[in-house]
């Protein structure tokens, strides 16, 4: 059972959008690709979807400027434009993306209380979205995470995928994600291979045959 997972390809997070990745709108003719010839049996984008009032907002906190590091229930965090707001334009997936291969669409980030880079769980480790078990009920044995942005959100979904799904193989394909910082993304593709995430090209992953 192979499985694509694709992290918040929204237009908040590629050029125009409230926290733009630099050339995020270059993924998706690469994840449009990987969903029509790439064989899966299921795909699923997960999507940031924050209250207005959310924590992680440097507007939420007095005095203080967008990607300057405060504090969220007590613990460090970096304070983010306001952004993915639920319902708004800036959250919505973007419009280029073909939505029509996407079987599941996993909300994250709902709680203002604390932030949610994974598409698993909230970066305090309490609460799940559920999607782990909704890929371990599917028996899935590969899953292929890409997406925006690859030294957060995409860093941390193959993170916890690899925690959470100790039976699949888990693989990050590089070219059809970007990230903030050149020096996070180096930094993010270390971590994800010691930890044991292959990282691959969508070349590689249109290459192979319907496992």
């Known amino acids: 059972m192979k499985c694509l997972l694709l992290v918040d390809i929204q237009n908040g997070f590629c050029p125009g959008g409230h926290l733009a990745v630099p050339g995020g709108d270059a993924v998706v003719p690469v994840a449009n690709r990987l969903m029509a010839e790439g064989g899966y049996d299921l795909i699923v984008a ?5 209250p207005a009032d959310h924590g992680s907002f440097a507007s939420q906190h007095d005095g203080a400027a967008p990607f300057t590091m405060g504090t969220l229930n007590g613990q460090p965090q970096m304070l983010w434009p306001d952004h ?5 334009e800036d959250a919505a997936l973007r419009p280029d993306l073909d939505q029509t291969r996407i079987d599941t669409i996993q ?3 709902l709680d203002r209380n604390v932030d949610s880079y994974s598409a698993f769980r909230d970066n305090d480790q309490t609460a799940l979205t559920g999607l ?3 890929l371990l009920a599917r028996g899935v044995t590969r899953l292929d995470v890409c997406g ?5 959100c995409v860093k941390f979904t193959a993170l916890d995928a690899r925690a959470m799904l100790p039976e699949a193989q888990i693989r990050f394909i590089e070219d059809a994600s970007r990230g903030i910082d050149p020096e996070g993304v180096r930094s993010a593709i270390k971590e994800m291979t010691q930890a044991g995430i292959a990282v691959v ?8 045959t319907r496992v």
Not at 46 to 50: A, E, F, I, T
Not at 148 to 152: E, G, I, S, V
Request: hydrophobic share 25%; glycine share 6%.
């Open 201 to 208: 090209t969508s070349d590689t992953a249109l290459s192979e």
């Open 107 to 109: 909300r994250k980030g």
């Open 46 to 50: 997960s999507q940031d979807w924050h």
């Open 84 to 88: 993915c707001v639920e319902g708004s």
């Open 148 to 152: 925006l942005a690859t030294d957060y």
């Open 132 to 134: 782990s078990d909704l």
